[in-house]
């Protein structure tokens, strides 16, 4: 069973950089896309970014240019970097394993971000 566990969370200052990892365990790492989501209380969980398996990057236009999603395979682990933070993008991060082949979809618990103005 795939677990993943997010890390790097915490309060910073609006403007400030701040870098988020997913590590996961099982073999499926590799063949899966990954993504980071953020929720903030009352609202959806909305995409961030999302990376292929072959290393193929979206972005959410609210972060285009100030989020940069990487992973490395032999690793097992996923990661955000974030820079020129903003107040908005306070929320709790997830981290999303998703294997369409084999039907996996899978979170992480959440890690949470928070940006002071």
């Keep these: 069973q795939v677990r993943l566990v997010e890390s790097g969370g915490g309060l910073v200052q609006a403007g400030e950089s701040l870098g988020l990892s997913c590590a996961a365990s099982g073999s499926i790492f590799s063949s899966a896309t990954m993504g980071w989501y953020r929720q903030t209380p009352g609202k959806q969980r909305e995409l961030v970014a999302t990376i292929t398996s ?64």
């Design 54 to 117: 072959g290393g193929m990057t979206n972005y959410a236009d609210s972060v285009k240019g100030r989020f940069t999603a990487s992973r490395d395979n032999t690793k097992n682990t996923l990661y955000l970097q974030m820079n020129s933070l903003k107040p908005e993008d306070t929320a709790v991060y997830y981290c999303n394993l998703k294997v369409l082949l084999y039907g996996m979809d899978v979170w992480g618990k959440g890690t949470l971000v928070t940006v002071s103005s």
